[in-house]
């Protein structure tokens, strides 16, 4: 069974940095055409799509985010962590990660398994 | 980036009701397109991919077609554990885009 679940504050401090980490089993982060997505959702908004990492280490960010994100893989402990900096109030969000499938040979991708989420408040 | 443009953002179904809901590309991208389903407090769930693949154990009453700039998505029958969020979301160029979602609620 693959699951995903996603770990880190529940509260952080305008400027700072949010370090959140996602713990998956039942499939190895070095299988060949899935990778990890984090996607957000604001309180009563639509899913926003952050970034994701592939098997190869292929990574890919939001264009809007690009500049506060990184997203890296420890293959041995099944983990794939992101860190945002300069967190905002507007940052406030429920934070899930995904696996991302490869679908079409490699020119569609969806995500077939989703966290539960992790609810980031950003407050001082 | 492409922008997905995601109509109507909610509507009001009677249950037996076919629903559909549009889902426009900025740009040509084929079929390469998904639909999630987000129950109110919980995490989306893939229902279709390439525009028209039922995942496995998505009823049959759900379905897609459409590529190129313009999808659509249908609940033959809409039954009240149907009541979700609805969301498109294309791939291209390693980035993801989603739309805006559709609210589906039961008069």
């Known amino acids: 069974q693959v699951t995903l679940k996603e770990s880190g504050p529940v509260l952080v401090k305008p400027t700072e940095t949010l370090t959140l980490t996602c713990t998956v089993s039942?499939?190895?982060?070095?299988?060949?055409?899935?990778?990890v997505s984090w996607i957000r959702q604001p309180p009563g908004k639509a899913l926003e799509w952050l970034a994701h990492i592939f098997s190869n280490d292929e990574k890919s960010y939001s264009t809007s985010l690009k500049s506060r994100l990184t997203i890296s893989k420890d293959t041995s402990k099944s983990q794939v962590v992101l860190t945002m900096t300069n967190m905002d109030p507007v940052d406030t969000a429920t934070y899930y990660c995904?696996?991302?499938?490869?679908?079409?040979?490699?020119?569609?991708?969806?995500?077939?398994?989703w966290g539960q989420g992790t609810t980031v408040t950003v407050s001082s | 980036d492409i922008q997905m443009t995601q109509s109507p953002s909610s509507l009001s179904a009677s249950v037996g009701d076919r629903v559909t809901i549009t889902c426009q590309a900025s740009q040509d991208i084929s079929n390469y397109l998904n639909w999630y389903q987000q129950k109110p407090g919980k995490a989306p769930k893939l229902l279709i991919y390439?525009?028209?693949n039922l995942e496995t154990g998505v009823p049959s009453r759900f379905s897609g077609s459409g590529s190129g700039t313009d999808f659509t998505f249908t609940i033959s029958s809409l039954q009240p554990e149907d009541i979700a969020t609805y969301y498109c979301q294309q791939y291209d160029n390693l980035r993801l885009t989603f739309g805006g979602g559709t609210k589906v609620e039961i008069k």
């Open positions: 995904a696996r991302i499938l490869e679908y079409s040979y490699g020119s569609n991708y969806g995500m077939d398994v």
């Open positions: 039942g499939f190895s982060l070095s299988n060949a055409r899935m990778g």
């Open positions: 390439d525009a028209s």
